[in-house]
């Protein structure tokens, strides 16, 4: 379970100050699929990372399972992050030099995985995602929208039970789009909590609820689906 | 989890061969100068070694300075073995370049003179004949016994027992032939021409002996035998700047120490160059750490603790210090065979060296890669992710 109160954050760059989350609260079940919607600089990931334990909040209170962020130490956020958390950047953030499977047997390997395990299943999760002829690709040798896929790949091998999606379709066509969305209602049936960022109302429209931030400030949408 | 850890370390050195190279440089460098130097003080103070242990650790040699117008005799020296228990044998030795003629053929010899005894001292073998005997010394006979390449360079054989050679014009007949004996610090017997004392003391104008050879009766004896000579020596003279006594057991054992404090400098050097190169691999570590920074955070961000960030750089410095120092060990091995090649010498190294060498560039490795390992297990995930 995810708990925000009075949440925020602020950059101060040369004096001017921006508040990429200002006083934001929130809560999400188990097991909830919900999407944040919110224009650009809005402060979507922002809060996705403080909610990923990436980052932490210059003020407020971030509830994890019942027990305040502060209260985990360095080890435990890296298990967390590892076993817990399904992570799809904005910006894939691939290891350049590593091939599409090792990025994506990366997380498993963390996990201390026997070897022979780590490579099918991450096999798996590349076919799963229609990259099964590109797995000894680097990075810089996929499309935009393949890479996005790897990304979304390293976040699911690992069966994770949050996912936290930053733009997971915003390099990908309409056809594949409504797959990897295909993919996160599945995930959400099986149990799964799944919090999806998009700019996109279309999208967002898979989810059951949603959440709209704007400069910095969360408030609910009423659910009309 | 180590294996992984090391796969990694793998694909990031050989990723950037050219730079993992010239970081390695620094150890391979300080590793091959140390191996390299220590092999060779120590193959050369141990060939030193053994030729002083083959003249045997149980022998003195007595050196008189200054007669005081008492001329040691032949009589009075001969008498020590008698005198003393600790010695066994006493030989008086007379030696001086000179050139040896046959009618045909001329070589540069050394006239040693000395007694019968000088076999006993010195241990030699003959190959023919017989050695100086007791009325040889007597009768001032004009015989010599002679060593294997004077023979050759004199007749162009060894079988010389009978044959006569001429030095100064005086006729010498050889009685015996030496076998070949090694090189020595000392000489070697081999261009030697060994005739009775008495007729060497007159050749050459002496004025009693000014130099002998006496073997220990033991050589657990050799410092009572050194004793016994002092006091000897001491009484004869009244003097004790008038003599010296070299004894060959000491002086191993100051070579011993010599080559001590030798080994401890090049430990020394070594120490310093080995700092030298992981200075370099620190360098090269940060580096590497610093533009691995969104790297690092991707790691944190699905997953890894400090403990493996932490392992994986430190493995990566441990992996190029070893590969640096085994392949230092590599090019000194080469190195020392090219020398010893050159220099007609054998050269080696010695395992102890080897182990020695590979081990303490693993330590610095390890030491010189906690640095910046830590700084990368320290950094900031999102702030790691945050750079390009
Ligand atoms: N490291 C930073 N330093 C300074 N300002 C920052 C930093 N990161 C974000 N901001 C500011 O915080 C605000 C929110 O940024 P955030 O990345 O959360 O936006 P977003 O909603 O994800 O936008 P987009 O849809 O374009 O990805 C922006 O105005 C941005 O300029
Ligand atoms: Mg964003």
């Not at chain 1, 979304?152 to 091998?157: C, K, P, S, T």
């Not at chain 2, 220099?343 to 590979?358: E, G, H, I, K, R």
């Amino acid at each position: 379970m995810i708990e925000m109160k009075e949440i925020s954050k602020v950059y101060s760059l040369g004096g001017e100050e921006v508040h990429a989350l200002d006083h934001a609260s929130l809560r999400i079940a188990d097991g909830e699929f919900v999407a944040v919607i919110g224009p650009s600089g809005s402060g979507k990931s922002t809060l996705m990372n403080i909610m990923g334990c990436l980052d932490t909040a210059d003020s407020g209170e971030y509830i994890l399972d019942d027990m305040p962020i502060e209260d985990y130490s360095e080890d435990d956020l890296a298990r967390i992050r590892n076993q817990k958390i399904g992570f799809v950047f904005q910006s894939f953030n691939l290891l350049s030099k590593m091939s599409a499977l090792e990025n994506v047997e990366l997380p498993l390997i963390y996990r201390g995985l026997r070897s022979r395990e780590i490579h099918s299943r991450a096999a798996d999760a590349l076919a799963l995602m229609g990259l099964a002829d590109r797995m000894k690709h680097k990075p810089t040798e996929l499309s935009g929208g393949q890479q996005q896929r790897v990304a979304i790949a390293r976040a699911l091998v690992t069966n994770p039970s949050l996912i936290l999606a930053d733009e997971p379709t915003g390099n990908l066509d309409y056809s594949t789009g409504q797959e990897i969305m295909r993919l996160f209602e599945d995930l959400h049936e099986a149990g799964n909590t799944v919090v999806l960022i998009t700019h996109d109302d279309n999208v967002a429209n898979a989810a059951p609820r949603r959440i709209r931030i704007l400069d910095g400030r969360v408030t609910e949408e009423d659910s009309t689906c | 989890m180590l294996m992984q850890s090391f796969r990694m370390a793998f694909s990031s050195i050989t990723s950037n061969k050219m730079r993992s190279f010239l970081t390695m440089l620094g150890i391979i460098i300080g590793i091959m100068a140390v191996v390299v130097l220590v092999s060779i003080v120590t193959s050369a103070t141990d060939s030193i070694m053994g030729e002083l242990d083959s003249l045997g650790a149980d022998k003195l040699t007595v050196t008189v300075l200054n007669q005081r117008g008492l001329p040691l005799t032949l009589k009075e020296v001969s008498g020590y073995p008698d005198e003393y228990d600790s010695i066994a044998y006493v030989a008086p030795t007379a030696r001086q370049s000179a050139t040896a003629k046959t009618s045909t053929k001329e070589a540069d010899a050394m006239i040693l003179g000395t007694t019968s005894s000088y076999m006993e001292v010195e241990d030699l073998k003959l190959q023919a004949g017989r050695f100086l005997k007791s009325p040889d010394l007597e009768n001032n006979s004009s015989v010599a016994v002679i060593g294997p390449s004077l023979a050759n360079d004199l007749f162009s054989t060894v079988d010389v027992v009978g044959k006569t050679f001429y030095v100064g014009g005086r006729g010498f007949t050889i009685i015996g032939v030496l076998e070949t004996a090694g090189e020595s610090l000392l000489g070697s017997t081999n261009s030697a021409a060994i005739v009775p004392f008495t007729l060497a003391e007159r050749m050459f104008r002496l004025q009693g002996i000014s130099s002998f050879t006496v073997k220990a009766a033991d050589s657990t004896l050799v410092a009572e035998a050194e004793d016994d000579l002092k006091h000897a020596m001491t009484a004869r003279f009244k003097d004790e700047s008038s003599f010296s006594v070299l004894n060959q057991s000491a002086l191993l054992s100051s070579l011993d120490s010599i080559q001590g404090t030798l080994t401890l400098m090049l430990g020394g050097i070594a120490a310093i160059s080995l700092l030298v190169g992981g200075i370099g691999i620190m360098n090269i570590m940060l580096v590497s750490v610093a533009e691995r920074t969104r790297e690092i955070g991707i790691r944190k961000a699905i997953g890894a603790s400090r403990k493996r960030i932490l392992t994986q750089f430190l493995i990566e410095s441990l992996v190029l210090s070893t590969v640096g120092g085994l392949l230092g060990l590599l090019v000194s091995w080469g190195l020392l065979g090219l020398v010893s090649y050159v220099m007609d010498a054998s050269y080696t190294m010695s395992p102890d060296v080897a182990v020695l060498a590979v081990v303490f560039s693993m330590v610095v490795g390890l030491i010189f890669g906690i640095n910046p390992a830590n700084k990368a297990a320290k950094m900031p995930p999102i702030e790691a992710l945050r750079t390009e």
